[in-house]
């Protein structure tokens, strides 16, 4: 029997329960983390660039990372919520195929996990100044991996238990498109995914790539598209911006460094690309990740 083992993990960065008024309005917003938002009160908005959703009491949300999104309260809006990163062995997002907000009906247990996920993560709400001269100042990515680290292993072990049950909420069906049935990706198409997300600062051309592997580069990109959804060259532009997004996220490192880690010969070439998949510029990106990840 063939033994099946989990290819994705998570590492928490914020979970809170918060009472929200008509300020929580923000448009455009596009983060490289998961958001689950439990609502118990109230109501509101939010909407991707194909549909809209209320959001009530008694639902589950999730936006999967790298979604760009709109959050609106009516006036009043409480709610549980978690953010994460996701990691993935084989560098495939579990929403890959589908970056798009999604609810369904919650229920007791669902409720229970988001209590006990605040009782053994203390401290790990948002609670941080409106003020960019202040909280720009501070990596808090980096802090909040520090105390993922500190945690002991119990602790530990719940929390990824938690975010699994959490996300196994929203891998139905009609939610999660990846294909079960789908053929095992070959281990050289697997081991060139892992050798892009490593290299992602160096030159990856589709010869060199292919060549590794001893393919042809033809029948090495049509296989590389069957495995994975995307050509290597469309595949890696997107890792390039989805690492950009993080950098800009999480470090302060000017965006001419951002664009040498993540393999852009020049600035202008590394903005129009960022402009183009995510719809704003690099610097009107990290604003909006600032305040909307840190404040409510």
Known sequence: MAKRILQNTFSLLNVD????????????????????????????AISDQQQSLQLEAGYLYIIPSFTLCNLHCNGFLSQYFVQFFEESADGISLFAQRRAISRIKASPMDIDLFKRLLEINPGRGINRSDDPKIYEKNIFYKEYQELNNRQSLAAYLETQGILLQLMGRFLQPKFFLKQESHPKIPVKIAETVSYILINLNQELSVTALASRINQHPDYFSRLFKTFTGERPVNYILGKRIERAQYLLATSQLSYSEIASQTGFDNLSYFSKSFKKITGMSPGTYKKQVYKVGFTL
């Open 17 to 44: 329960y918060v009472k929200l008024s008509a300020k929580w309005d923000y448009r455009s917003v596009i983060s490289p983390y998961y958001r689950i938002y439990y609502i118990d009160e109230g109501s509101g």
